[in-house]
């Protein structure tokens, strides 16, 4: 059973270009998460939807950030312009409904912004 | 004050030592409580799960919660190198999964 995809695994990118990171769920999970992971910070929630409907954006760090869920088994969170605090690890997690339900983790994205 | 902390270490220890790991939270409303590992260049996996006050243990592990103090620890006995990884607690608030900072350990064979 795949686990929860996220493309791409790396990003190298530079200051003002547009980023999109893209997150496949685990199939029959109702719940999506995006998380960024720094040194610094340590793993802070950026947005959480439910059934495609976004539930909490208060981590998201400023308007340069936006989320989308299409649909049930696809999402995105886009940064434009980038800049070079941006750069993290950015994790998609799934689970099966809500927030208190066990949440699985994708690969993660490695995001550099020169 | 963050909301939960936890020492980022880096923690080293020999291999069969007995490990502990901490973290403190300071919202007493807090009510389940988690460990996550995870490996180098991976995302976090759920470790551990407890809702009560006392220890749930599963294999070489145990999860105490102290929920008078407001304080969680992650127990590993007979530690194996293999349990090298970054340990994160998690605590459940009514809104959301509040990770702490991580504590990089490193078992040496």
């Known amino acids: 059973d795949a686990g929860v995809i996220q493309s791409p695994r790396h990003e190298v990118t530079e200051m003002g270009q547009e980023v999109t990171l893209r997150c496949k769920p685990i199939s029959g999970h109702n719940s999506l998460f995006w998380y960024r992971q720094t040194m610094m910070r340590g793993l802070e929630l950026l947005i959480y939807f439910n059934n495609n409907v976004p539930i909490d954006d208060s981590g998201m760090p400023e308007d340069r950030f936006s989320a989308k869920m299409p649909n049930a088994s696809f999402s995105t969170l886009k940064i434009q312009p980038s800049e070079p605090r941006d750069s993290a690890v950015y994790f998609c997690a799934s689970s099966k409904q809500g927030n208190r339900e066990t949440q699985y983790f994708g690969p993660g994205t490695r995001l550099l912004v020169l | 004050q963050k909301e939960v902390e936890q020492d980022p270490g880096p923690l080293s220890v020999p291999e069969g030592a007995i490990v502990s790991l901490n973290c403190t939270y300071s919202?007493?409303?807090?009510?389940?409580f988690m460990w996550y590992r995870q490996y180098s260049r991976k995302g976090p996996e759920l470790l551990m799960y407890?809702?009560?006050?006392g220890n749930k243990e599963d294999g070489r592990f145990t999860a105490q919660v102290d929920k008078s103090s407001k304080y969680i620890s992650l127990f590993i006995r007979d530690s194996q190198p293999s349990d090298s990884a970054t340990y994160l607690c998690a605590i459940q608030g009514a809104q959301k999964l509040v990770f702490g900072q991580g504590t990089r350990l490193t078992i040496n064979p």
């Open positions: 407890t809702y009560s006050s």
């Open positions: 919202n007493s409303a807090f009510q389940y």
